[in-house]
C-alpha cells in the first residue's frame, strides 16, 4: 500500500508529566504516515484523488498547538484518530518526539510510535 509521509513537523506544545515540564512551551516533533491507495492519483494528476498533506499538516498543528495532554502517547493517539478521519486514509503511523526530554544524560529526542489501523 501506498504513503503519504509528513516528516519531522516542528511545533510549540505544552506538555509533560510535571507542572514545570508544562510551564513553557516545548518543541515537539511530529511524523505521520498515511497509508492510502495513491493508484488513482498518480494516473489522474488529482488533488481530489489522494490524501491532501496541506489538510494533515493543518490538522496536526491545530492538535498540537492546543493540545492539553500530559503524555506524548496521548497526543499521539489524538493525532492517530484525526488522521484516519482524512479522505482515503486507511491506517496511520504516527511518531511524536520531544526535541529537548527532561533527562539527564544527553539524547537527541525521547518519543513515542504508534500505528492505528
Do not use: F
Not at 515537539?28 to 492519483?41: G, K
Not at 482524512?86 to 529537548?100: D, F, I, N, P, Q
Amino acid at each position: 500500500m501506498d504513503r503519504v509521509v509528513v516528516k519531522d513537523l516542528r511545533l510549540p506544545a505544552r506538555i509533560g508529566w510535571t507542572s514545570e515540564e508544562r510551564s513553557a512551551p516545548q518543541d515537539v516533533l511530529v511524523t505521520a504516515e498515511m497509508v492510502a491507495d495513491l493508484a488513482i492519483a498518480g494516473a489522474s494528476d488529482n488533488l481530489d484523488d489522494t490524501v491532501d498533506y496541506h489538510a494533515a499538516v493543518r490538522t496536526i498543528s491545530e492538535l498540537v498547538r492546543s493540545s492539553r495532554s500530559k503524555l506524548l502517547e496521548h497526543l499521539a493517539e489524538t493525532i492517530a484518530e484525526r488522521l484516519l478521519a482524512l479522505s482515503l486514509v486507511v491506517s496511520v503511523t504516527v511518531e511524536v518526539r520531544k526535541a529537548l526530554a527532561p533527562v539527564e544524560e544527553d539524547v537527541g529526542a525521547i518519543g513515542v510510535h504508534i500505528e492505528r489501523p
